[in-house]
Nanobody, 125 residues
């Protein structure tokens, strides 16, 4: 059974940093596209960053240069280091796993079939 559990959310002032973690189980992390998405009430879930089987990363323009994704294949964990946070980064953040080993690794929620429960990130000005 595939499970994804996020941790590390919280509240921070603008310019601060947070690190999110996602513990995956029931699958081999290095065999799938995995990534982070975020959602605010009333808006669609948007892709933040994804990492492919070969380690290739794709970031949303809004977070380039500020967020960094990493994956520990041995532990099956996914992390998101968020620096220089802005109020507009406030959202519930979800980690996700691709539909299959061969699905396209892109910032598209439809390419992902398994989701964590989400963790709240709040950035105050």
């Amino acid at each position: 059974q595939v499970q994804l559990v996020e941790s590390g959310g919280g509240s921070v002032q603008a310019g601060g940093s947070l690190r999110l973690s996602c513990a995956g189980s029931g699958f081999v992390a290095s065999s799938f596209c995995t990534g982070w998405f975020r959602q605010v009430p009333g808006k669609e879930r948007e892709g933040v960053v994804v990492i492919g089987r070969d380690g290739t990363t794709t970031y949303a323009d809004s977070v380039k240069g500020r967020f960094t994704i990493s994956r520990d294949n041995a532990k099956g964990t996914l992390s998101l280091q968020m620096d220089s946070l802005k109020p507009e980064d406030t959202a519930v953040y979800y980690c996700a796993r691709g539909v299959s080993r061969w699905s396209t690794c892109a910032l598209l929620s439809g390419s992902f079939s398994h989701w964590g429960q989400g963790t709240q990130v709040t950035v105050s000005s």
